[in-house]
């Protein structure tokens, strides 16, 4: 049988990227999903064409979280994987002199506030069983630092030990509830594409950020997926508190070449 055959599970950012990537990766798994975004429009287009229902939530939000409650009490997984750069609305500087008080506000309360809230509302869907996985999508920039992305990096090392304290609280109550984090780098998805930018010499970036990766190419939100899927499943029955990263090798340090 599939091996999420059963499982309810919730996936923020649901419409694009990793979030849709993991939507999918679920269904074809056995699960019953349903996908949440900010954007409606194309939210539901995502929904419709996996087959799911869809409902809009800003994960920032306490007012939305308390309807997605109400609508889905009980689930048996929840992927809080939404999360901004801060660079879509058009914040010009994010390092840590130049960086303004409101953008660096804007990224917390989606990338941490969204996960909080996130892991509050798994928790309280799931301790009526007893069970259940939360996995947080954080970063390798929650690894180690970012100079031009200080509100992203803190922001996503803020979900990594949010992370392990909701493992840790469950544990402590009996409950089987585990939480673990994700941490990709350099996957391709519509948020480094943003960051890439128009050509002309997009073609030159993205070849010299590949030829600095080990595996000498940028991952696919399918790869993530996969992680996703590993430990929404029962054979991560152990796992609590754990982070896994998927970089291509970024984190693992450079090769010596002669």
């Not at 696919?220 to 029962?234: G, R």
Request: proline fraction near 4%; charge should be negative.
């Amino acid at each position: 049988m599939p091996g999420l055959s059963g499982k309810r599970c919730v996936v923020t950012g649901a419409a694009r990227g990793i979030g849709a990537a993991i939507a999918q990766a679920f269904v074809n798994e056995g699960a019953s999903v349903i996908a949440t975004d900010i954007d409606a429009a194309l939210g539901r287009e995502t929904a419709d064409r996996l087959a799911m229902p869809f409902h809009h939530l800003d994960v920032a939000s306490e007012g939305d979280w308390a309807a997605l409650a109400l609508r889905f009490p009980e689930v048996d997984v929840v992927v809080n994987n939404a999360g901004i750069t801060g660079f879509e609305a058009g914040a010009v500087a994010h390092d840590p002199e130049h960086a303004a008080l409101d953008d660096w506000r804007a990224v917390m309360a989606v990338n941490l506030d969204g996960v909080f809230l996130g892991c509050r509302y798994a928790i309280g869907a799931m301790k009526r069983s007893g069970a259940g996985s939360i996995i947080n999508i954080s970063s390798r920039s929650g690894q180690v630092g970012t100079p031009r992305a200080a509100a992203y990096a803190a922001s996503k090392a803020g979900v990594r030990n949010h992370t392990k304290t909701v493992a840790l609280y469950c544990a402590e109550q009996g409950w089987r509830i585990r939480c673990n984090s994700i941490h990709p780098g350099a996957i391709l998805t519509p948020m480094w594409e943003a960051l890439l930018g128009d050509e002309p010499g997009r073609a030159e970036r993205m070849a010299a950020f590949v030829a600095d990766t080990p595996l000498q190419r940028f991952g696919k939100p399918c790869e993530v997926a996969a992680i996703a899927v590993l430990l929404a499943s029962d054979d991560a029955a152990y796992m609590t508190g754990s982070e896994i990263t998927i970089d291509g090798g970024l984190l693992a340090g450079s090769a010596v070449r002669p």
